[in-house]
DNA sequence: ACAATCCCTACCGGAATGATCGGAAATCCC
DNA sequence: GGGATTTCCGATCATTCCGGTAGGGATTGT
């Protein structure tokens, strides 16, 4: 847990969806350059290795990386980082986008007693199709070729 | 707690900003008709009395309603509907929009060890600019105008 | 053989979430 | 003044989530 004690704060991501794009851009900056160990990103971006483990499973899982065992192993991305968005690594880690139960991406299943004189709905629906829009018109190649710290840098 | 058993899900918004919000556009639909008893709110969106005193009480410190002891006393909003953004209440409940530390509304106080060669931190930016936006771009008064389910209402 | 590395499961302490409860203070009506 | 109503305030509490740690098994290169 990088930074300061975080009071409450709203729409917050977890170091879930922050490690695990940590180390999606790592592997985009190394692409083509064969498997890269979990060790080697861990201590390049100063984060627990243990923890990047299961992190980078779910990655694995959602078919964005791939892994290779033994000795000279590591993982590398499965598809050309031009063609993986952030949404793709935010909703492999998080689960999809969903500010209320009544607002999920795709099928909405949940039968809500406040419909229909529901006033909150369409709030959370434009919120949903914001944040996702956000996330999936960005590439992890727009975000490997931007390592410097550009403007007021925090 | 409405609705089903949540598995991961993503910028999932809490029950406070949930009910936060019902209030509000509840409070704005009967906005100049003097003041409301939590009670009747709470009985007509079917939600725990006793919670949504906790919530008012955020949205009284930060000035969006008034409340009003005694027999026949209440809440009501200070400000009219259409001067109140979907962004004051949720800032309101929930805190700052800050989908990270090193990307919080206003001043960023954090120095954070991965400058300057964070990659992911312009994403954080956008995400952040982006979900302001569309909060901020709503009012109330749109809210409270809108009682129907319209679409395929979940 | 052996070291490196991915892979899998279980566990664990602290914090946040989503409330409930009891009571004090103000206000209205009779 | 008495009582009902309602806002205000603080404590408590059960459950879940968060952010890891720990240990071991499977696979591969040298």
């Not at 923890?51 to 499965?78: D, F, I, N, P, T």
Request: aromatic residues 4%; proline residues 5%; charged residues 20%.
């Amino acid at each position: 847990m990088i930074g300061n004690p975080l009071q409450a704060t709203a729409f917050h991501v977890s170091t879930r969806g922050e490690y695990g794009m940590r180390v999606m851009v790592e592997l985009a900056r190394r692409y083509g350059q064969g498997t890269i160990s979990l060790r080697s990103v861990a201590e390049g971006e100063a984060l627990p290795e243990a923890y990047l483990e299961q992190l980078v499973a779910s990655l694995r899982r959602a078919g964005l990386v791939s892994g290779k065992r033994g000795a000279g192993g590591g993982y590398q991305l499965v598809k050309d980082p031009a063609h993986v968005t952030a949404g793709d690594v935010v909703r492999a880690l998080e689960g999809p986008i969903e500010p209320q139960v009544c607002t999920a991406e795709g099928e909405s299943i949940v039968n809500c007693p406040h419909e229909p004189k529901c006033g909150t709905r369409q709030l959370w629906v434009k919120l949903q199709a914001t944040i996702a829009d956000a996330l999936d018109s960005l590439t992890l190649a727009e975000l490997a070729r931007w390592p410097v710290g550009h403007g007021k840098a925090g």
